[in-house]
């Protein structure tokens, strides 16, 4: 793991498209057919922006931003944008269905509950350890948001990500099966990931990477 790695809270001002990029180079697959082409997708994130809902990685010297996960917490997410937005950005008739396809995305927090919106991490950068920190980091922000558990969503077709989360202390809940959405998005069912928080009883320290 790089030492020097400095891990933040918020998308730093004037990084929204060093954001959108690393999202879109994570998660493109998966929302390419909301908010595709990629060109076009990577314009609406960055514009959409909630910087206080993310941990970034920042490399050393240069502060280039090389890694991000955001949370969805009081209502908001990384990425914002509404109805009005998406149907500004692509007009009413190809705004309403992709507007079917983000509402088939949509995870509502629970009570309690942080869940988070994804990492993703410059390909670059990867195997330094800058996911874990970066799940320590939510997890500080939800105990001290009192949360009781930070909860997750993983596509079949990305087990790397898994056995991150796995870990990290996350635990398996349930598997929704989603073969109508292989052709549209690429991937065929949806894990659901709990993690206790370390302030809560069940909880403790995440491990290293």
């Known amino acids: ?8 809270r918020g998308v730093p001002r004037g990084a ?5 990029e ?3 180079e994570a998660f493109g697959r998966k929302l390419g057919a909301a908010l595709g082409p990629a060109e076009h997708g990577r314009a609406f994130i960055a514009r959409h922006i909630h910087h206080d809902r993310a941990a ?6 240069s502060g280039h931003v090389v890694g ?3 949370y969805h917490l009081g209502g908001r997410g990384l990425i914002g944008g509404g109805v009005r937005d998406v149907l500004s950005g692509y007009g009413l008739l190809r705004g309403l269905p992709r507007l079917a396809v983000l509402a088939l995305l949509e995870r509502t927090p629970a009570p309690g509950e942080l869940v988070m919106d994804g990492i993703a991490v410059d390909p670059a950068h990867r195997g330094a350890g800058i996911g874990g920190l970066l799940l320590t980091e939510i997890a500080a922000v939800a105990a001290e948001h009192g949360s009781t558990r930070v909860r ?10 898994r056995a991150l989360y796995e870990r990290h202390g996350f635990a ?4 929704e099966r ?9 991937f065929g069912a949806v894990t659901t990931m709990h993690r206790a928080v370390p302030d809560h009883p069940g909880g403790g320290a995440p491990g290293d990477t």
């Open 1 to 8: 793991m790089d030492a020097a790695t400095v891990i933040r």
């Open 16 to 20: 929204e498209e060093r954001v959108a």
């Open 22 to 24: 690393l999202y879109w």
């Open 56 to 61: 970034v990685a920042l490399a050393p010297g």
């Open 68 to 70: 991000v996960a955001g």
């Open 152 to 161: 997750l969503d993983v596509i079949d077709v990305n087990p790397r990500a």
């Open 172 to 175: 398996a809940v349930r598997t």
């Open 178 to 186: 989603t073969p109508y959405l292989r052709a549209l998005m690429g």
